[in-house]
């Protein structure tokens, strides 16, 4: 059984920082499979960065610049360092274990943190 258990959420003034964080535990994953999504009131849930193994990072166009995604392999922690955040930044963010089709592993989700941005 895989768990992905986010951490590092909370309230947060406007230009703020906040660095969440996913430990990964269990047998059947890869964390170089991990990558983050988030989703807002009234909206679809919706990736905000991803790593590959090799570390080239992908970012939301509204997060580049802002948002980094980088990765503890001997940890199995995968985190999110995220700066000058704004209101509308405000979501319940998410781990995700993506497997390729075909890789023989599961799709997990974390049961997510939330993040408040205040104006």
């Known amino acids: 059984q895989v768990q992905l258990v986010e951490s590092g959420g909370g309230l947060v003034q406007a230009g703020g920082s906040l660095r969440l964080s996913c430990a990964a535990s269990?047998?059947?994953?890869?964390?170089?499979?991990i990558d983050w999504y988030r989703q807002a009131p009234g909206k679809q849930r919706e990736l905000v960065a991803a790593?590959?193994?090799?570390?080239?990072?992908n970012y939301a166009d509204s997060v580049k610049g802002r948002f980094t995604i980088s990765r503890d392999n001997a940890k199995k922690t995968v985190y999110l360092q995220m700066n000058s955040l704004k209101p509308e930044d405000t979501a319940v963010y998410y781990c995700h274990h993506s497997p390729p089709y075909g890789w023989g592993l599961r799709e997990y989700w974390g049961q997510g943190t939330q993040v408040t941005v205040s104006s």
């Open positions: 790593i590959s193994s090799g570390g080239t990072t």
């Open positions: 269990g047998s059947g994953f890869s964390i170089n499979l």
